[in-house]
């Protein structure tokens, strides 16, 4: 099992910045991509970043050039740089990580943060 907990979210003004931060617990020696999701009220859940082990990065188009994730393997760590933040970034944000078992992916998620952008 994987434990995933966000911390970092709350209410910016728009323009402004927050970094999410996420800490992976349990068997994290097998972790394989990390990633963060966000759900708006009354919308789908979303990938917003992921990045492999090696560090390949991949980001939702509405969040390029302003949104930066990172990976620390050694702190087991997966962060969100969130910069020029919009009010159509207003969203819970979900730690995602997954494992190989078997050759079949396991996923897990953390309990989610709030980020709200309002004047």
């Known amino acids: 099992q994987v434990q995933l907990v966000e911390s970092g979210g709350g209410l910016v003004h728009p323009g402004g910045s927050l970094r999410l931060s996420c800490a992976a617990s349990?068997?994290?020696?097998?972790?394989?991509?990390m990633a963060w999701y966000r759900q708006a009220p009354g919308k789908q859940r979303e990938l917003v970043a992921d990045?492999?082990?090696?560090?390949?990065?991949n980001y939702a188009d509405s969040v390029k050039g302003r949104f930066t994730i990172s990976r620390d393997n050694a702190k087991n760590t997966v962060l969100l740089q969130m910069n020029s933040l919009k009010p159509e970034d207003t969203a819970v944000y979900y730690c995602?990580?997954?494992?190989?078992?078997?050759?079949?992916?396991?996923?897990?998620w953390g309990q989610g943060t709030q980020v709200t952008v309002s004047s």
């Open positions: 995602y990580a997954d494992r190989i078992v078997d050759w079949n992916t396991v996923d897990y």
């Open positions: 349990g068997r994290i020696n097998s972790i394989n991509t």
């Open positions: 990045i492999t082990t090696g560090g390949s990065t």
